[in-house]
Structure formats: C-alpha cells, structure tokens
C-alpha cells in the first residue's frame, strides 16, 4: 500500500524514525499546512505538540498534512487558539484534540469549531484515562478492559480523570491506530489506517525501550510540579510521592500549608528526584530544592511538550526516550 515509507519505519532507528519518515514522506516542513495545502490534500489540525508529532508521521505516510496549534513552549493549559486556528479547526477534515480538560483556555474555542461543522477526535477519553489519584496501581500492561471502553466511550467527569495520558507510551501507540482511522473515515482513504499502524508499531518499540531503561532503576520516588506523571508512573513503576500544585493543571496554586506538607515529607522521608517541565521551571521545585540542601536532584523533563529542532526531543517518541534516559542517569 505504501512500500516507500513502510520501508523507511523499518529501516531505521527509532531516535532518527520519525524525522526520516517525514523527509520521505511529505512537503517541506517549514511550510504552512493551513496555506499550502490544496483543496484535495487531506489536512489535520492537532491541538497539542505531543499529539501534532504522531499526526504529522501519519498523514505524512499518507499523503496529507498536519496542523499543530500550539507550537514547542506552550503550556496546554493555558494556550489560546488564535481567529485564524479557529478558522484552521472549522475547514480541516479532523480536529484531534487531547481532551478531558487538558486545553482549558481553548476548549471554548474547539466547541465553537465543532459547532461550525468541524469533526472532532478527543484521543484521551479513548484511552482508558486513569482517575486523579495518588496511588495507582502499578500495572506494567494495562489490560484494555470492556468495561473501561464502555466508559471512554460514555464521557468521563473532566475534573476526575487525568488528561496526561501521553505519558504513558503504550497508550499513545493505541491513540496512533485511532487516529488513522479517524482520518481514513474522514477523508474515505485506508491507507491512513495502516500509517496509523506503522507509528503504532514504532510506539510499541519505543514503550519496550523505556521499560528496559528504567528496569534498573529501584522504584523511584518523586515530587512532582504539578499532577502530570500518573501514567508515567502507572505504566513504568515510578512512585509519585507528592506534587507541588495540586490536581493536574498548571493553572492552581498551592496553598501555603500544601508547600510545608511538602518540604516536611522531603525532610522526613525524602525523594529521589524532584520534577519539573523542561518549558518552564517551575520556581517552587526550586526553592524545595533549595530548603533540602540541593540534596534531592531536580530533573526537567517534556512533560508539557516536544523539544525544539536540535533538542533531540523533536518528535515524541525522541522526547519520551529522553524522559527515560533524564530519569535514569539521574538515579542510578
């Protein structure tokens, strides 16, 4: 169906993977998809760089483009969709959005779109979405229950389920196979479902490169800037031991009692590793960094996003082998 860039996935290494896959496979990157693409050309709109990375493999694969709203830097929570975005989600052929409260600020926006015809995808609900907790359980391979699915697919609360679910890779190679079949109900081309699969299968081979990083590493303990590594530490054996802004958005503040519960645990029991997003340091890490010494590492990791060209965390599944590597070089 698509030999050339079956090959090109097959054939190289999964760091160079994606980037390989979209040289072979599509126009000039630098262009601007809203503006370049004629009338025939299948277009993507994503919401946020994490979900805009598998796009682009995908619809590159098949001969279509890619969108992404929010570029490398921005906060999801606190991103806004300009007119012309908005405008962008009304004419494309899919909207995929992550969902379940994650774009706050732009959810407004995403429902006008819908309102004015746009075809929306809200990946994470699909997913099996783990509630807010502070002690999941360590399953190392989800099982992808009926009664989880009838759930996904009758809405979960949005303040009650944990929207990050690009934390834990397996799950994401299952959203690639979604979005291909999104895309090829859409436009009426099944070649985007066996794209889908092929970046399925890359995912796949990237989830089993992070289990055996870390599978030397004894159960770390972390604190976390915000609410954000739940399926981090579901899928890898991470234990989260505390977070700095409570609940799963970037947009809370902790209270004053919240950051001495805190610096308590890291004076009584301490932690292996304090958190924070590679975008934005979050400066409370760093003054509980500070009030233990600098005894507890701080590490930055993409959590909020890709990394930039030349980063080494272009694509997502170079920023998720990062994360790993950040982790255990850290710790060991």
Request: charged letters at 25%.
């Amino acid at each position: 169906m698509l030999p050339h860039c079956k090959r090109t996935l097959a054939m190289t290494g999964t760091a160079a993977i994606a980037g390989l896959f979209l040289a072979a496979c599509s126009n000039d990157p630098g262009e601007d998809a809203a503006t370049t693409a004629d009338d025939s050309t299948p277009h993507v709109v994503a919401t946020t760089t994490q979900i805009g990375s598998l796009a682009e493999q995908i619809t590159a694969c098949g001969g279509g483009e890619t969108q992404t709203l929010m570029s490398v830097g921005d906060d999801p929570h606190q991103f806004e969709a300009s007119s012309s975005q908005i405008a962008d989600m009304v004419t494309a052929d899919v909207v995929i959005s992550n969902g379940l409260g994650l774009e706050s600020s732009m959810q407004r926006s995403i429902d006008n779109a819908v309102s004015d015809g746009a075809e929306l995808l809200e990946l994470t609900p699909e997913l099996d979405p783990l509630p807010y907790s502070t002690d999941h359980d360590h399953d190392h391979d989800h099982d992808h229950e009926e009664d989880e699915h009838d759930e996904a697919e009758h809405g979960h609360d949005h303040g009650s389920y944990d929207s990050h679910v690009w934390m834990d890779v397996s799950r994401m190679a299952d959203g690639a196979e979604l979005i291909g079949e999104e895309i090829a109900t859409a436009v009426g081309d099944d070649a985007y479902v066996a794209c889908g699969e092929e970046v399925a299968d890359d995912l796949r081979d990237v989830d089993a490169k992070i289990e055996e990083i870390l599978a030397d590493v004894e159960t770390p303990r972390l604190v976390t800037d915000h609410a954000a590594y739940g399926y981090f530490a579901d899928r890898y054996g991470v234990e989260i031991s505390g977070v700095v802004i409570p609940g799963g958005s970037t947009d809370a503040e902790p209270s004053s009692q919240d950051l001495a519960d805190l610096s308590t645990l890291l004076n009584d029991e301490g932690a292996d590793a304090l958190v924070t997003s590679k975008a934005n340091t979050n400066r409370l890490i760093t003054a509980l960094a500070e009030e233990t010494g600098n005894d507890v590492p701080v590490i930055e990791l993409y959590e909020s996003g890709i990394g930039e060209p030349g980063s080494g965390a272009e694509t997502y599944q170079d920023a998720m082998l990062y994360n790993a590597n950040e982790l255990a070089d850290a710790l060991q």
